[in-house]
């Protein structure tokens, strides 16, 4: 799983009808991160916007136990507070 860390998006042009055409490339595709460049075109094949994306690499089995329980103290997995 995912999650983004930054979006950097330049636009260029506004498109008021029609369809858009959007690609996204790796730069980079890591254990930690990935790093996508993002290039959107209008139906006639102009940039309309490109941009960044930098996602941050989860395990998702490695949840915290307050995602899990509903538990908002703070104590989830791999915590040492203690509840009494």
Do not use: C, K
């Amino acid at each position: 799983m995912a999650v983004g860390l930054t979006n950097t998006t330049h636009f260029l042009r506004a498109v008021t009808a029609g369809e858009v055409t959007v690609e996204a490339n790796a730069v980079n595709q890591g254990r930690g991160q990935q790093l996508w460049r993002v290039t959107i075109a209008d139906d006639r094949g102009r940039p309309v916007a490109y941009g960044d994306v930098r996602l941050q690499n989860i395990d998702a089995s490695h949840r915290r136990q307050a995602d899990i329980t509903g538990d908002r103290t703070g104590a989830g997995v791999g915590s040492s507070r203690r509840h009494e």
